[in-house]
């Protein structure tokens, strides 16, 4: 009864934005991710007779309290789903730097149900387990798949037919992501609370949602033709408008801080000088620009040249889940 897998973490081109139901974790419009290699988790899942309730260490160490009750509540789906009530305890490894502002609930709930479902002797296609790892987190539930997935936000109430599936994978456009990190200590909305807020207050959250078919059918598009500048401004317009909904929220907030504005500037200011870079941002201050490798070395020299800018990580496209 004990499996070990591996998911990395993933960047949201279209983003989820609002959910239709909360406790299901059920989006209002479909999102479109590229998986990323050089941020993951590796999980190992153990259930055992002898334990009384569920442990869980993070980087090797204990942890338990509010922050965590998400993993045994999300332990009780995978023991609810095989009929069995065995406690477990759970191994976690980040390869996600925390700094980098890349949301490690993507990678962890991925690994989580994938070891998880393995260990209590689930069989689960891919389409099952990204159904199963939505209940953790939804963007996680693109971290099934390599390269790009959709997440097809599905109609039905029960969420059945709600679940990522596969676009193109991981080899097959060599198209990176840097993931500029910045010194900023604001205090963060997170996406839950974030997400709740827009869908119940702001008057722009309509307009963002009706403007994703067209987002997604050009972004699409671009993948199809691996036609950068088309994915990249897409991208890039998508996230301006998810950010555009916050303004307009009651009370109104935003993830911006004053250097994620100039970073984005700096993106725009290289596109001007003929070099292909288009920005995007989850939930938090960081930034991450998209760019083809040619343009690798300066890319990553005009953002670490940014005064606020504490590092520049990059990654290329990545795999899917693995087990170990
Ligand atoms: O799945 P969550 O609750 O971490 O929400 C993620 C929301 C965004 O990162 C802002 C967008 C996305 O699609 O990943």
């Not at 099934?144 to 990522?164: M, N, P, T, V």
């Not at 598009?221 to 691996?226: D, H, K, L, N, Y």
């Not at 801080?257 to 941002?281: C, N, S, W």
């Not at 040249?305 to 990545?318: C, E, N, Q, Y």
């Amino acid at each position: 009864m004990k499996a070990t897998a591996r998911a990395q973490t993933n960047i949201a081109l279209i983003k989820y934005w609002g959910k239709r139901d909360e406790e299901l974790i059920l989006p209002t419009n479909n999102s479109l991710s590229l998986t990323l290699d050089g941020f993951y988790t590796t999980t190992t899942v153990e259930f055992r007779e002898d334990l009384t309730r569920d442990l869980f260490y993070l980087n090797n160490q204990c942890v338990s309290g509010i922050p965590y009750n998400r993993v045994n509540q999300f332990l009780d789906i995978i023991r609810q789903k095989a009929g069995k009530h065995v406690f477990a305890e759970v191994r976690s490894t980040n390869q996600v730097p925390t700094a980098a502002g890349f949301a490690s609930s993507a990678s962890g709930f991925a690994a989580l149900a994938a070891a998880g479902s393995k260990a209590i002797g689930l069989t689960l296609d891919d389409e099952e387990l990204s159904r199963l790892t939505r209940r953790g987190s939804g963007s996680a539930c693109r971290s099934i798949y390599g390269g790009f997935a959709e997440w097809q936000k599905g109609e039905l109430s029960d969420g059945s037919d709600s679940f990522a599936v596969p676009i193109k994978p991981q080899d097959y456009w060599d198209i990176r992501v840097a993931a500029v990190v910045l010194h900023a200590d604001m205090k963060k909305v997170s996406s839950r609370v974030g997400m709740k807020r827009t869908v119940d207050t702001s008057p722009f959250f309509k307009g963002w949602v009706d403007s994703i078919p067209h987002d997604l059918e050009q972004i699409k598009a671009g993948i199809s033709e691996r036609d950068f500048e088309k994915v990249g401004s897409v991208a890039e317009a998508n996230c301006l408008k998810m950010h555009a909904t916050t303004l307009g929220a009651n009370p109104p907030f935003t993830y911006w801080y004053d250097t994620t504005f100039k970073v984005m500037q700096h993106v725009q200011m290289l596109r001007e000088k003929g070099i292909p870079a288009y920005f995007t941002i989850d939930a938090g201050p960081n930034v991450k620009v998209l760019y083809l490798p040619e343009n690798e070395v300066e890319i990553k020299r005009e953002l670490e040249s940014i005064p606020g800018v504490t590092d520049v990580i990059l990654s290329k496209a990545g795999q899917g889940i693995s087990y170990l």
